[in-house]
């Protein structure tokens, strides 16, 4: 078959990997210069699977008002009305309940386990593929007897997935992590998940895309898809801007893989999907003693920030903001970043060279994405991979390959469709 996939980012890359492994005659597309330049360029780089979660929970909207309300809150939300925003967070807040929360939270927990060992496959088979790839766990930081609690309950859910886990004490963290000796933060303890790895999902891209297409998928950067075209109930190709022209390009089948720009390519045949952004910032911090800086991915739970080490860098990000898709690299963010990272880890790090970015979180109300079939024949969705999408990617490329395959998914998929929003595929 035809197969075109638009996009480029984790989810684009990973599917397309999986198609090809079909035999498929695979083109990806994108609007920038290369791959993984959109969200999957400087995410904190978390593959951790433990941690996969609805960010609706019980709680959640007070926490998140209280956050908002702080000086230096770790979340924001723009109040100018937008019926998209207003929308998604009516769909959100509905998807707080405890009930909703246990089934979202099992749902994203089937995909990210089973995406891990997709991930492990996928790098048994493509010689070299070098992406600052480290599986020495992740520490959970914790600061609050609040968020003590809430680690021990979490371990509940961990067991029931048969992810191994430590509860442990400042010093006994410190020991398994020395790098953390050094910073007066004051966390009292940690969760400790070794089996959690971290990499570079920019440069994975890279790598796996230049990996397929040595062996004949065709890539096109600079290409924006614009409008989906249908005739009948299937679709029959896409329109693109390429150099400034209008061109038509023809598929026997498509795979939106857009981040956040899914919604509105399927806005053109008159499908909705509610994935909203969510804008996080990261910084990049060159290390320059590797000695002080961590061996393993460290999640400060009290700023909600994530810390990994990719090779010789630190990569930190965290921070929420309801503000459409605006991608204004705000300096006051950055430097929040800059000010928690020293206070964790105040050796070992070129702060004056670090490189600030900002990305949007693809986010669906309830939290897992939403993959395959569409009711128009021929069109694939891979799409709202929200703040999990490294983690998630290698198994949702290989559950939409499946579909457009006609291979039985390896999981259940009850709960990561477009059906969970009324939308049915075709018959
Ligand atoms: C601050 C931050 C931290 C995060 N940390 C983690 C983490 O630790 N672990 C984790 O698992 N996830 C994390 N995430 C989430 C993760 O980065 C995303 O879920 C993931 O990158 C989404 O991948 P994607 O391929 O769907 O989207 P993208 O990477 O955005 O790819 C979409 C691609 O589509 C292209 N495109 C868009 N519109 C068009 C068009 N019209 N025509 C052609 N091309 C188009 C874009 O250029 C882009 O390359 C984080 C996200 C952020 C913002």
Request: charged share 10%; net charge negative; with cysteine.
């Given at each position: 078959m035809r197969v075109l996939v638009l996009g480029a980012g984790v989810a684009g890359v990973s599917v397309a990997y999986h198609l090809w492994r079909d035999g498929h005659e695979v083109t990806v597309l994108d609007r920038?210069?290369?791959?993984?330049?959109?969200?999957?360029?400087?995410?904190?780089?978390g593959l951790c699977p433990g941690f996969a979660?609805?960010?609706?929970?019980?709680g959640m909207p007070g926490k998140v008002l209280r956050m908002a309300l702080?000086?230096?809150?770790?979340v924001r939300f723009s109040v100018r009305p937008d019926v998209e925003r207003l929308l998604w967070v009516a769909k959100w807040l509905d998807q707080c309940k405890a009930a909703r929360f246990r089934i979202n939270k099992a749902r994203m927990q089937r995909v990210a386990h089973y995406s891990m060992r997709c991930m492990q496959e996928l790098i048994d088979h493509v010689?070299?593929?070098?992406?600052?790839?480290?599986?020495s766990g992740t520490l959970q930081l914790l600061e609050t007897d609040q968020e003590l609690e809430l680690a021990h309950l979490a371990s509940r859910t961990l067991d029931s997935f048969q992810v191994p886990w430590r509860m442990m004490g400042r010093d006994e963290a410190v020991a398994l992590?020395?790098?953390?000796?050094a910073g007066d933060s004051t966390w009292k303890g940690a969760l400790y998940l070794p089996g959690d790895a971290s990499g570079d999902s920019s440069r994975f891209c890279t790598g796996l895309a230049d990996y397929i297409a040595s062996h004949g998928v065709s890539f096109h950067y600079?290409?924006?898809?614009t409008r989906l075209v249908q005739a009948g109930g299937r679709l029959t190709g896409i329109e693109v801007t390429n150099a400034g022209q209008r061109e038509r390009w023809e598929a026997d089948a498509c795979i939106v893989a857009?981040?956040?720009q899914a919604s509105a390519l399927l806005s053109t045949v008159g499908l909705r999907i509610p994935v909203y952004p969510l804008k996080g910032y990261s910084i990049t911090i060159p290390i320059t003693d590797a000695e002080a800086a961590p061996r393993m991915a460290i999640m400060d739970e009290h700023n909600k920030i994530m810390l990994t080490r990719l090779g010789d860098r630190l990569r930190v990000a965290g921070m929420a903001e309801l503000v459409g898709y605006d991608l204004t690299l705000h300096p006051d963010r950055t430097a929040l970043l800059s000010k928690l990272t020293r206070r964790l880890l105040?050796?070992?790090?070129?702060f004056s060279a670090a490189s600030p970015w900002a990305g949007l979180r693809p986010m669906t109300p309830d939290g897992p994405p939403i993959l395959g079939a569409t009711p128009l024949k021929g069109l694939y969705l891979n799409a709202?991979?929200?703040?999990?999408g490294w983690t998630q990617a290698c198994g949702t490329g290989r559950l939409v390959a499946d579909a457009v395959s006609g291979r039985p998914p390896a999981i259940d998929m009850d709960g990561l469709t477009a059906e969970r929003f009324g939308m049915k595929a075709w018959a």
């Open positions: 920038e210069a290369g791959p993984g330049q959109g969200s999957s360029f400087g995410n904190a780089g979660g609805p960010w609706a929970a019980p702080q000086r230096h809150a770790p010689p070299g593929l070098s992406f600052d790839y480290h599986s992590e020395p790098s953390l000796q600079g290409v924006s898809a857009l981040g956040c105040p050796r070992g790090l070129d709202g991979h929200g703040s999990n």
